[in-house]
């Protein structure tokens, strides 16, 4: 599954709202920060490919 490429737009506590950005629709996913790369932070950018999140 994926590629499909997101950022993070806000983190609340332990959870972190994240858009996508290469479909055009601007989906938003809720998910928890243990789910994301170590770094994570406001403004990061991500990539999903096999069920895994990368920094990119």
């Known amino acids: 599954m994926g590629p499909y490429r997101y950022k993070v737009i806000s983190i609340e506590g332990e959870y972190a709202t994240i858009q996508r950005t290469d479909d055009g629709k601007g989906d938003t996913l809720f998910i ?17 490919e096999n069920f895994e999140y990368t920094i990119l």
């Open 32 to 48: 928890a920060l243990a789910l994301l790369p170590p770094g994570t932070d406001l403004g990061t950018e991500l990539l999903w």
